[in-house]
């Protein structure tokens, strides 16, 4: 391994481990341990790749050690507010800002144990509100979930009904060629937007799904990559309950 090579692992690790810190002191404690995980896996591949430098390996097996102490101390806070029934953190999206696609904000809460979702969002019906369903669901079609059943609980557009029942149907269709069955309920009176996993996470979006902002052109950055898409401001809150319930 050269050099360069080294040298640009290290330079993600820190990279990586910054934002750790950051996350931590702003309270987006999963958040960081996401990221406090992926920097010590990055530092122990350098470490690995280290000569027989002793100074330098003292100080990379120095800098595991701590984070590794931290990250294991916000696994045992999280553990014990679950179990307490008491986890509640908050992540304020300012206007126009980016960096807050369905990955960054679901995959935290995202595990093995994840078979079912249900998703109470009543502006899943425009063309626009569709396509961050279908993003949605796409997210949660990763080998690390083994997700068997998405409820989706919305409003129905009376102006254009039939394109929002054809989206829908197609979705179902395409989900089940992937084993994943789609149960869709409409209501005229809901209000809340909730997305809840069997796992035990719940996730409060003021704004729902539909929190990004029109893309300024066909061709302009973020209307394919949506952590560049700029957002509307809103706040989203993230439960834990060990017994969920169908919505």
């Known amino acids: 391994m050269t050099q360069n090579h080294v040298a640009g692992m290290e330079t993600s690790a820190i990279s990586v481990l910054k934002r750790a810190v950051e996350l931590d002191r702003g309270g987006r404690v ?28 003292g100080h990379y097996r120095e800098k595991i050690r701590g984070y590794m102490d931290r990250a294991e101390q916000i696994k045992v ?4 507010m679950k179990e307490d029934g008491k986890y509640h953190e908050q992540i304020r999206i300012e206007e126009d800002a980016t960096g807050y696609s369905y990955p960054v904000l679901f995959k935290p809460y995202m595990s093995s144990l994840l078979t ?4 109470q969002d009543p502006y899943i019906r425009h063309t626009h509100q569709l396509y961050n369903f279908l993003r949605f669901c796409e997210m949660l ?7 068997k059943r998405i409820h989706l609980l919305t409003s129905q557009d009376e102006a254009s009904g039939s394109q929002q029942s054809g989206a829908l149907a197609e ?6 060629a992937q084993k994943v069955t789609l149960d869709v309920r409409y209501s ?17 979006i003021g704004r729902g799904l539909d929190y990004f902002k029109r893309p300024t052109g066909r061709f302009s950055v973020g209307y394919c990559d949506y952590d560049l898409r700029q957002c509307h401001e809103t706040s989203i809150d993230i439960f834990h309950t060990k017994h969920t319930k169908t919505l």
């Open 30 to 57: 999963l958040e960081s341990l996401v990221c406090y995980q992926e920097g010590i896996q990055l530092l122990m591949d350098v470490l690995k790749a280290t000569g027989n430098d002793e100074s330098k390996r």
């Open 77 to 80: 806070h999280v553990h014990q």
């Open 116 to 119: 079912e979702v249900w998703v």
């Open 141 to 147: 079609l990763t080998p690390s979930c083994k997700v």
């Open 171 to 176: 979705l179902k269709e395409s989900l089940g």
């Open 188 to 204: 005229s009176t809901i209000h809340d937007r909730e997305i809840r996993f069997d796992n035990g996470w719940i996730i409060k």
